[in-house]
């Protein structure tokens, strides 16, 4: 069973590919944390080491049970120990018929000391995806277990 939600490309703060020229990360955040996650367990020769930052204007979603958790991970010496929860999915931009798969990428807010996201934005790593850009309309699909989406109802929305 799965579940879905439309979201729409969004920029991101360009930390986990390196874009931002930070020269704490000048490869990316993810670069730095890659091979940690590796050691225990994920993956991540099919990944893209950026994240793709999707506003979910129309739904709202709970993280659900994460594929992937990995605590008190101590990836950087400039910042402290975090945790990092992996959420599987799957992404479908446009109009195209191909989907990818992919994860949630989650660094916990209570243990993230900088880089924080808006609550309506969900932080995803997947395959390279040529084809993207910023306001493009994306298809994130999930098990209900690992991510619920539920649609704003108009009175949340208005008020919200």
């Known amino acids: 069973m799965s579940n879905k939600a439309f979201g729409i490309i969004a920029e991101g703060h360009g930390v986990a590919s390196g874009k931002a020229g930070d020269i704490r990360f000048p490869f990316g955040t993810l670069a730095m944390q890659i091979p940690i996650f590796e050691r225990r367990g994920m993956d991540f020769k099919q990944f893209f080491k950026g994240t793709i930052n999707i506003s ?79 306001g493009d309309e994306i298809e994130i699909s999930a098990h209900p277990d690992s991510i619920y989406f539920h649609p704003l109802s108009l009175n949340s929305e208005k008020s919200g």
Do not use: M
């Not at 992996?86 to 992404?91: I, M, N, R, T």
């Open 56 to 134: 979910l204007n129309s739904s709202n979603f709970e993280l659900r049970n994460p594929k992937f958790f990995f605590k008190g991970i101590k990836w950087s010496h400039d910042l402290p120990p975090e945790n990092f929860s992996f959420f599987a999915c799957s992404l479908k931009v446009n109009s195209s018929p191909l989907r990818y798969g992919a994860f949630v990428y989650w660094p916990h807010p209570s243990t993230k000391p900088e880089f924080h996201q808006d609550e309506k934005i969900l932080e995803v790593i997947s395959a390279y995806i040529p084809s993207i850009k910023y």
